[in-house]
DNA sequence: TTGACAAATAGTTTTAAATCCTATTTAGTA
DNA sequence: TACTAAATAGGATTTAAAACTATTTGTCAA
């Protein structure tokens, strides 16, 4: 098998455990989202992947995916781009990165800082359950810096 | 005049100096809904601060108050609170501090780790013009931890 | 100081994403 | 295999945000 298919696998049997502990039920429309949601490295909406997935399942509704879409959050097996949503944008967790949006244009650039991939949680908020960090910048890309 | 004075009336220069810089007129309705987000500590909707906003100026529409506050955001005079909005929360850039989001129930609390106050900025995009630099957590507050 | 003009506003309508609703289906399990 | 709580499909509803247009208002140059 190789090491794609692994990593696969094994946010697969993640997904699953996730959905034990939370005693969601496995349905083929869950895990069909969860398919298309970590199949692709872009933020996809909830129109884009109801477009994909309905290759595979044509009858699965949109209110399906937008419910699905948010247990996953919920779950912490799915995330939401940060920025100012409309419409919002899911994060499969691919592998670690960061985000820059320009505050004009409204486009999001993915780069990656290793220092930030794992910064620590400070003691105010320690009890709680923390399933995401995320470090964040915004401002003006090249193009929006330029033209004034 | 008073230290928390002084520090207003900054903020209204430098509100002014982002006005001129970008081409942007100095209404009255601009000012007005600019002090009403740094007079506060919360983070407002657009409809709060319509409320606020309409005790001195009672014509004032919510079209104006929503452009308004977009076009505050796009010259960096105040940010949308990370999060999967809707409706959306907004943030005068009061003092220092960071976020952490419930992803059950929406709680955002806000804390303060100095180390987050000034991260650097990578290589990566050092060309850009990076306005704002945030630190954000996301998972389960106490209660949502605990009611399983 | 005044006049011209581009920019901004009020008031309303429109749009579109997300959520809600209900009858039906289905996964989990006993 | 049958039961039950949970999930889904399909459509209706909600609601924040954006668009539209006639009118008003800062700004800047003369």
Redesign the interface.
């Known amino acids: 098998m190789s090491e794609v298919q692994k990593n696969w696998n094994n946010k697969l049997i993640d997904f699953h455990g996730r959905c034990r502990a939370a005693g969601l039920k496995m349905t083929p429309q869950r895990v069909a989202v969860f398919k298309a949601l970590i199949g692709t490295d872009k933020h996809p909406t909830a129109e884009d992947v109801y477009r994909d997935v309905r290759l595979e399942m044509p009858n699965i509704s949109l209110d399906t995916v937008n419910r699905t879409l948010l247990t996953l ?2 779950i ?1 097996a799915a ?2 781009v ?5 419409p ?1 944008r899911y994060d499969g967790g691919m592998d670690d990165h960061q985000h ?1 949006r ?3 244009c409204g486009k999001i ?1 993915d ?3 290793e220092p ?1 991939d794992n ?1 620590d ?2 003691a ?2 320690g ?16 193009a929006c ?1 330029h033209d004034n």
């Open positions: 959050v919920e912490g995330f939401v940060e920025g100012t949503g409309q919002r820059f320009c505050l004009k650039v780069f990656h800082y930030y910064i949680v400070p105010a908020i009890h709680y359950t923390v399933l995401r960090k995320t470090v964040y910048f915004e401002g003006y890309c090249d810096t």
